[in-house]
Every structure is written in structure tokens, then in C-alpha cells.
């Protein structure tokens, strides 16, 4: 995944030219650690541990029946996890609910803040 971060040009030094950088760029393995991001994200939204193992399901983008069936429940339980999922973290949808789990926790990895702990938060 990619993230275009816009800059201020006054948040860095103009060259003599008078051109400076309006974007930078983060380059994260979306993959790379998704169990500490989905601990992370429930932690934040104080969701349950069987609305955390929906979760995780879903972030695999295969849809909430592949997670029901990869986590040997209902489909009618696993829409009521998702539904208390997502009053919890107040998306409406399948996809914003994945959306805000990608913008929320890719910022955290490999940041820490002075006492070692991750930081999340919405950009």
C-alpha cells in the first residue's frame, strides 16, 4: 500500500529555485504484521476477541461468508459481530470498515512514541 502524504510548503526549506516537495511517499507491506495491527485496532475499539476474529477475516478482503466459514460459525453470527463492529468504530459498511482498519494501524508500524508504546489515530 501505498500512502501520498501532501506537504506544506512551509514545512520545508525552499531551494533557491523556488521548488519544493508537495508529497511524500509511505511504502507499507499491508501484510507485514497484520495480527500485532488487528491487536492493536481491537485494543482501540475495545472490540470483543470473537469481533477481533471477524475482523481479521475480513481484512483478507474475502467477505464475511469465507470468514464464517474460516472460523466454523454462522453467517448469522458473523453478521452480528460485524455489526457490532462497526457501531463500535462508526463505519457503516464493509468496505469503510476496512478502509479505516488500513488508515488507522498502518501509521503505527515501526512508530513509537517515547515511552515505547504504539500510537494509532486517524490521519
Not at 478482503?61 to 463492529?85: C, K, M, P, W, Y
Not at 468496505?95 to 494509532?120: H, M, Q
Amino acid at each position: 500500500m501505498v500512502h501520498v502524504v501532501p506537504l506544506c510548503p512551509n514545512s520545508v526549506e525552499t531551494p533557491p529555485n523556488n521548488e519544493y516537495p508537495v508529497a511524500g511517499l509511505v511504502i507499507v507491506d499491508c501484510q507485514r504484521n497484520t495480527v500485532d495491527r488487528v491487536n492493536v485496532f481491537t485494543e482501540y475499539f475495545d472490540l470483543t476477541s470473537a469481533e477481533a476474529r471477524v475482523l481479521a477475516q475480513l481484512i483478507s478482503g474475502e467477505g464475511l461468508t469465507v470468514a464464517a466459514q474460516h472460523l466454523d460459525i454462522a453467517r448469522s453470527t458473523a453478521r452480528t459481530h460485524l455489526a457490532h463492529i462497526l457501531e463500535k468504530t462508526g463505519t457503516h459498511r464493509q468496505a469503510e470498515l476496512v478502509r479505516l482498519f488500513f488508515e488507522t494501524t498502518i501509521p503505527c508500524e515501526g512508530y513509537a512514541s517515547a515511552t515505547g508504546k504504539r500510537r494509532i489515530g486517524r490521519p
